[in-house]
């Protein structure tokens, strides 16, 4: 008996919450996100050198010892000033970066730059490739799966970065959701991802990846919505997985997007995205 199963009835009911929410709403979660402030505010200082910059960047944001829109706000402010095009400056500063931040699997983080830097075939289409060729070149260069989290948040950032330079692009509805422990428990809560288990955590619903990949992919097609879109509303939500009931987490989120949703937008997707929690 399988201990992880998808329910299509919420698969299906989540498609439809977001698509009457709509995509001009979804983006809004977009131009809130730290993370893409952070990226805005090196992109007016960078410009075209933003895009090698986060995608370096992204391909090292794990095991932080921080959280992810405080070490983003750390590497803006730190690169904003050291722009540079130059392949061992950039190396170097790198270097700094992740001895100062990142020190986690600091060797193998900084091998993953080298190995970057040293691939002609991405730095060649980094600044006017598709994020879809750019997206298998990352793999090929690091000769990982496509949809390894870090892989796909870097098409994420790299989006980010266009976005902040002016660039009106569309995602492509086959880059995957980069799934990390707030998407695993957010997915969980939202009654789409079933797991019979004793006991339930972000690293053991992270062992379900592909399943809660397909969920996301799956709510993609039936919304209209891509992927990494829907990724950055869900992010978003995911940092409430810690309150207890669904009314907590009402009241927490009108109070952070008073400006930006109505109330009754809000109550739909907390009653969606946290479907097992208790009401009160």
Known sequence: MDRVSINNSRVYILSTVFKSLGIEKILVF??????FIAIK????????????LVMLNALVSYRLVMSGEEYWGKFSSYFVDKCVGDIPNLVH??????????RVL???KLSRIMRIVRCRELLEIVYRGSLVDIWRAIGRCLNVD???KTVVFAIKMLYYARKALGENIEIPMDIPIPVDGRIALITYYSG?????????????????????????????????????NLDSILWFFGKYSDLP???KILEKAVEDLKNV?????IEILVNNLFYRLPKN
Do not use: H
């Not at 505010?41 to 090698?52: D, P, S, V, W």
């Not at 379900?208 to 039936?222: D, G």
């Open 261 to 265: 949703l109505s109330r009754e937008d």
């Open 30 to 35: 977009e131009d809130i996100d730290p993370q």
């Open 41 to 52: 505010n090196l992109a007016k200082e960078c410009g075209r050198y933003t895009e090698i």
């Open 106 to 108: 600091e060797n193998q």
């Open 245 to 247: 009931s669904r009314s």
């Open 146 to 148: 496509l949809n390894t």
């Open 192 to 228: 789409a991802l079933e797991v019979s288990l004793p006991r339930i955590s972000r690293d053991i619903l992270m062992k379900y990846s592909n399943t809660i990949r397909f969920i996301w992919s799956t709510v993609a097609r039936y919304s209209g919505i891509p992927p990494l």
């Open 93 to 102: 500063l790198f270097r700094d970066f992740i001895e100062k931040f990142n």
